[in-house]
């Protein structure tokens, strides 16, 4: 009975079908370093507090919290920017009012791919890398990113050559 026989695959069905899947690298892979850059600061914090952050080596950004929870970052462009426009300036003021508010984050399960592409796109050097709360974990810098993005990529080449040259498949 034409019913009840099983149907069998047509000869497309059957070829083996081989996707090409990259290797996604996670923020996660670089983490330790972007734990070592983290500085945090609370949003009622003076501006001069910030900037004392700041004068240390490597710290470029620093995040913004209320509650433990990152609502923004100050720079030290966003606190020249502030000087420049000259009367009035108060070293003493809250850090919130001269933090950048719309800020692009990243969770440690994100593509690195993903983060980089976000970082070009908006022209910015550093992503805080935030947890499922939204509490800073460490601050992602683009070198790092690119760093970690080319070795994938000289890693990659390295394995194709050795496939064609025959290595490790006599």
């Given amino acids: 009975n034409p019913r009840n026989r099983a149907r069998l695959p047509n000869r497309m069905d059957t070829r083996l079908v081989t996707e ?20 945090v600061i ?10 004392a952050m700041m004068a240390k080596p490597h710290i470029n950004l620093v995040v913004v919290c209320r509650d433990g929870a990152a609502i923004g970052v100050v720079t030290k462009m966003d606190i020249v920017v502030e000087i420049s426009r000259g009367a009035g300036f108060d070293l003493g003021a809250p850090v919130q009012t ?3 508010r719309d800020v692009a984050y990243c969770r440690k399960s994100d593509a690195l791919t993903d983060i980089w592409q976000t970082m070009k796109a908006r022209e910015i050097q550093s992503v805080p890398v935030v947890d499922d709360k939204h509490m800073p974990i460490g601050i992602l ?30």
């Fill in 98 to 100: 001269v933090m950048t």
């Fill in 20 to 39: 090409k899947r990259e290797p996604v690298m996670l923020v996660e892979q670089i983490l330790p370093r972007a734990c070592e850059r983290l500085a």
């Fill in 141 to 170: 810098y683009a070198r790092d990113a690119l760093q970690c993005l080319l070795q994938e990529v000289e890693t990659d080449d390295e394995l194709l050559r050795d496939f064609i040259s025959g290595v490790g498949y006599r």
């Fill in 42 to 51: 609370d949003a009622a914090a003076s501006i001069k507090d910030a900037a």
